[in-house]
């Protein structure tokens, strides 16, 4: 079965994959913990607006329209008609990736090396 890349990508990331990315040997059990947990809310609020945007390109393409394509403005136009807390969820999801991202690359695991 195919899925769609950010439904994959969130698939993997619920699946372990974190722990392969970051080299995690200097940080305390809770540390780890709390890397992971969220680097796995950022990657599901990654996914989300991605789907959205996923959303867009399918109608734009049934529509024949390609000025009909929307861009990560529009998800968040999308999350925001949905609600101040559907909004708030998505940007903290995205903060909390943001920090994941910080701390991979702090503390990398260096393939091949």
Do not use: E, H
């Not at 995690?24 to 989300?48: F, K, P």
């Not at 399918?58 to 101040?84: C, E, W, Y």
């Amino acid at each position: 079965m195919l899925l769609p890349q950010p439904c994959y990508q969130v698939y993997q990331d619920y699946a372990g994959q974190f722990q392969k990315d970051i080299n995690a040997s200097s940080l305390s059990a809770s540390q780890q913990r709390l890397v992971y947990r969220g680097g796995q809310v950022g990657s599901t609020a990654r996914g989300i607006v991605l789907g959205i945007i996923g959303y867009f390109l399918i109608q734009a393409g049934q529509q024949s329209q390609a000025a009909a394509v929307g861009n990560t403005g529009d998800a968040f136009d999308l999350l925001m008609t949905m609600g101040p807390a559907a909004l708030g969820a998505v940007a903290a999801g995205l903060v909390a990736y943001g920090l994941y991202a910080l701390v991979q690359a702090q503390y990398p695991v260096l393939r091949g090396i």
